[in-house]
């Protein structure tokens, strides 16, 4: 067996300095991982055996601890960026490590350590272990590798291509951009690309590894008329091949970004108050996500600081909703093959035709209630715990046509998107920033409307949603992040156009006033 000590890794790649360390372009490196995702990966680069993994895990039990779990994570990034016509910034990080958990009844201990020796995972180990006071336990004898889907297939990961190769996309993004109109001024384009790399094994006998891809391209730009500036961008992406970022998405892309920001010169505010509200495909499904989703996450109803934590089997909407947290989606930036307690990725139905069918579990909350997790279990990285966390969230489309729901509005507004949202998770109350979006007046859509803000409660609004049409669309995008606890993980969302009957709507003076 051939071992790669951590010194010797990074002395490879260039990174000595630390366990997530950056390099420039200007150092003449780039950094590359491949996506293979075959089992072996730790034990041939980093010596991670059977018997040291159980050697670790019968450590972190040593105390007595009802279960233990090792993660192991290897990621590497690349990022460049093109600002004023010009390619400033090209880098890239790398982060190696493993996490070692203890639980004992639904208390957490937890170590990591930037080391894969022996004797530092030990010693991680032993950390954990000290949540629990009582005689050792140990872990299962053999480890079973659980059967988990392919949500991502790659031919060629985006990290395994030189930098040579994705100049051209951040340069065409630039100059689409400045040749759709000649009133944008300023132009920002990004592409980031991660490959991570997982293994998780647990003390109940689960070994289970994963390569995970992200990416995405974004644009940004700035557009001037005489003296009024604004601001717009978008982004493409998920978990997806290098083919993906080909001429067709970088004009794509520009032509979004692009009309984004022009829309803006015409956009007013709306008057204030309550109102019917229509919300566009697509990515509007953050409010779904943020309104609604988190309350849905178990660890807040165990611990009764959700509004759902009494309405299992309950109504909570009207028949035509029904609401999934799903890792199977292709290529989205929310799937997961395997969470990161080793549970494979699955569709969740959470709300089944209006009644509230499940919470997310990890596997603290599924022992709790007495179910099986529903591969929610995910974290940052190597140096958080898991916890339960929405993956791609989104409502099943409905029987109306989305212009029969607008047609109905004799006065509202339409939302194209929205951003800079704030939530509380126990009350389900709300706050967004509509980015995009237009009056809706007689039934019709008007003048493009902005600087306003809707403003509600999450299970108030959903028992309001009265229609539901029939084109659900998942964003796109591939960067967007969901914090919780001070831990950042990918996800994505979706929506059909849906009405809500009533909603508030923070424009510039009320209704007829």
Known sequence: MNKTNRRDFLKTTGLAASATAAVSMSDGAWLC?????SPGYFEKGFGVTDRLCRKVLAKALGKGGDFADLFFEHTVANFVVLEDGQVNQAYGSVSLGVGIRTVKGDQ?????????????????????????????????????????GDYYPLKTPVTAVPLADKLPLVQGVNDKCLALSNLVIKVNATLSDTQRRVLIVTSDGVKAEDSQPRGFLSASVVAEKGKQREQAGWNFGGRRDFTYYNPQLVERLAKEAVERALVLFDATQPPAGEMPMVLGPGVTGIL???????????????????????????????????IIDDATNAEQVGSINVDD????????????????????????????????????????????YPMPRMR??????????????????????????????????????????????????????????????IMGNGPKMLLNVTGVANDLAMYEGGAGYCGKDGQAVAVSFGLPTILVKSMTVGGVKPQGA
Do not use: C
């Open 288 to 322: 779904l996500h943020e309104a609604i989703g988190h309350g849905m996450e178990a660890d807040f109803n165990r611990k009764k600081i959700s509004t759902y934590a009494t309405m299992l089997g309950k109504k909570v909407a009207e028949p035509a909703v029904t």
């Open 108 to 148: 957490v201990g937890y170590a990591y350590t930037e080391e894969l020796s022996e004797k530092a995972m030990l010693s991680a180990a032993a950390t954990a272990a000290t949540i629990a006071d009582a005689s050792a336990r140990m872990p299962a004898r053999q480890f079973q590798r659980p059967a988990i």
């Open 392 to 453: 791609n969230t989104y409502m099943l489309a409905g029987p109306a046509r989305p212009e029969d729901l607008i047609a109905s509005v004799p006065r509202g507004i339409y939302v194209r998107s929205v951003g800079n949202g704030q939530v509380k998770i126990g009350e389900g109350d709300f706050a967004f920033y509509v980015t995009q979006g237009r009056m809706i007046e007689d039934g019709k859509l008007t003048s493009p409307i902005k600087d306003v803000n």
């Open 33 to 37: 991982l491949a996506a293979d995702a």
């Open 341 to 384: 307690e080793g549970t494979p990725g699955q569709r969740t139905v959470l709300v089944d035709k209006g009644t509230l069918a499940s919470y997310l579990h990890d596997r603290i909350s599924a022992r709790h209630y007495a179910v099986p997790p529903t591969g929610n279990g995910r974290r940052e990285s190597y140096q958080h």
